[in-house]
Every structure is written in structure tokens, then in C-alpha cells.
């Protein structure tokens, strides 16, 4: 990877992560000087990245006025969900005759990393510990294609859980709690080779929608 790619993908995560925490919202200008100044970088991969990122939808490009950040509506997070339910329910049928007793002791050890991140309000490290989680029996599904747009669909939505600005610290943490204890019947389901079963609790529970206001 050449160095103007490797700064190109350290101003998309900086992005990434200003957008999550709420440091930019909707429909801001991304300013190119000031991520250039912020990562002491020069102009080449801050555009690069900026340009990549509307490509993929990300942020918004206004012709003559610059990039701005993309607005996600309430109706943008409600298709996102349920595309998404449906391809990790997909994902997870594909993979269960490929999971291990290695595979579960991963996903068990996830598990409990998350209940201490919750735990401690480490939420950007629940994040990553659930996306892990995924990625376990994601990867044993053996379908690129698929694995290829969960990947690119993720990108595009952030946060991708509940959102920590929207209620109280114990609210939060409850929420959180709950859908651990949901990671914990899917690996349950997978230990028992039942396909149909996880699948339909991952599309139709996992992912459902009844908290969307809070995304």
C-alpha cells in the first residue's frame, strides 16, 4: 500500500470516528484545510479520502461548494436494518456447517469482552468487539459477493447501534446489555446446528426496528 493510500484510509477513519462521536453532523461542511491541519497531512490524501467517501455515499458532494456531511434519516436507518437482517440471517445459514468449537469459544469470549466494555462505558470498543462478533461466522459463510456488501453497506451507516446522545447512561447500557444477550442465542442456535432457528432470530429479533428512533 502505497503512503498517499495509507493517509487516504487515516482520514476516512477520522471522519468515520468525528461523525460516530458527533463531532460532525448533519449536513456540515467537511472543511479540506482543516483535516489537513487536524492530521498534519497534506492536501493529496485529505481530497483523496473526501473523494472516496462520496463515492461510496458516505458524504455528500455539492458541485462548486464542497463536501458536506450525508443527513441519515430515520427511513435511510429502517431499509439499512432490514437489508442488513436479511444478509447477516443469510450469512449465518451459509456458515453454521462451517463453525467450530473454536469459532463458538471466539464468539463466547466476544461475548463477555463486550459485557465488560459495556460495563466500563468503553462504548467505541463495544463497537469493534460486536462487529468481531459477526465477522466470525460472516467469514465462514464462504460467499465474497455477500461478506463484500455487508462490508460496503456498514461503511455507510453511522453509528451502527444505538446512539449513546440520545439517552441516559443507564438507558444505554441497558440497551447494550440486551443485544449481547442476544449474541448469546445466536451462538446457542449455531452450537445446536440450527439453521433455520438463527437465522430467523437474527433477521426478525437482532435487527429489528423497534428501538430505530434511538439509532
Given at each position: 500500500?502505497?503512503?498517499?493510500?495509507?493517509?487516504?484510509?487515516?482520514?476516512?477513519?477520522y471522519i468515520?470516528?468525528?461523525?460516530?462521536?458527533?463531532?460532525l453532523?448533519?449536513?456540515?461542511?467537511?472543511?479540506?484545510?482543516?483535516?489537513?491541519?487536524?492530521?498534519?497531512?497534506?492536501?493529496?490524501?485529505?481530497?483523496?479520502?473526501?473523494i472516496?467517501?462520496?463515492?461510496?455515499?458516505?458524504?455528500d458532494?455539492v458541485?462548486?461548494?464542497?463536501?458536506?456531511?450525508?443527513?441519515?434519516?430515520?427511513?435511510?436507518?429502517?431499509?439499512?436494518?432490514?437489508?442488513?437482517?436479511?444478509?447477516?440471517?443469510?450469512?449465518?445459514?451459509?456458515?453454521?456447517?462451517?463453525?467450530?468449537?473454536?469459532?463458538?469459544?471466539?464468539?463466547?469470549?466476544?461475548?463477555?469482552?463486550?459485557?465488560?466494555?459495556i460495563?466500563?462505558?468503553?462504548?467505541?470498543?463495544?463497537?469493534?468487539?460486536?462487529?468481531a462478533?459477526?465477522?466470525?461466522?460472516?467469514?465462514?459463510?464462504?460467499?465474497?459477493?455477500?461478506?463484500?456488501?455487508?462490508?460496503?453497506?456498514?461503511?455507510?451507516?453511522?453509528?451502527?447501534?444505538?446512539?449513546?446522545?440520545?439517552?441516559?447512561?443507564?438507558?444505554?447500557?441497558?440497551?447494550?446489555?440486551?443485544?449481547?444477550?442476544?449474541?448469546?442465542?445466536i451462538?446457542?442456535?449455531?452450537?445446536?446446528?440450527?439453521?433455520?432457528?438463527v437465522?430467523?432470530?437474527?433477521?426478525?429479533?437482532?435487527?429489528?426496528?423497534?428501538?430505530?428512533?434511538?439509532?
Amino acid at each position: 500500500m502505497s503512503q498517499i493510500q495509507s493517509l487516504r484510509d487515516h482520514v476516512c477513519n477520522y471522519i468515520h470516528e468525528k461523525i460516530k462521536a458527533g463531532s460532525l453532523v448533519a449536513h456540515e461542511k467537511l472543511s479540506e484545510a482543516q483535516i489537513c491541519s487536524d492530521l498534519n497531512i497534506s492536501r493529496t490524501p485529505a481530497r483523496e479520502a473526501l473523494i472516496m467517501l462520496a463515492t461510496e455515499h458516505i458524504i455528500d458532494y455539492v458541485p462548486r461548494k464542497g463536501f458536506y456531511v450525508k443527513e441519515i434519516t430515520v427511513e435511510d436507518m429502517l431499509e439499512y436494518y432490514c437489508l442488513m437482517g436479511t444478509l447477516d440471517a443469510f450469512a449465518a445459514s451459509l456458515a453454521i456447517k462451517y463453525l467450530t468449537d473454536r469459532d463458538y469459544q471466539r464468539m463466547d469470549e466476544l461475548i463477555a469482552r463486550m459485557n465488560l466494555a459495556i460495563e466500563y462505558n468503553k462504548h467505541d470498543e463495544y463497537l469493534q468487539l460486536q462487529d468481531a462478533f459477526h465477522q466470525v461466522y460472516i467469514s465462514k459463510a464462504h460467499n465474497h459477493p455477500l461478506h463484500e456488501t455487508m462490508t460496503s453497506l456498514s461503511s455507510r451507516y453511522i453509528p451502527l447501534t444505538y446512539n449513546q446522545h440520545k439517552v441516559d447512561e443507564e438507558t444505554y447500557k441497558a440497551l447494550l446489555l440486551k443485544t449481547n444477550e442476544e449474541h448469546r442465542q445466536i451462538v446457542a442456535y449455531f452450537k445446536k446446528g440450527e439453521k433455520e432457528e438463527v437465522a430467523d432470530y437474527i433477521r426478525n429479533v437482532h435487527w429489528e426496528t423497534k428501538h430505530v428512533e434511538l439509532l
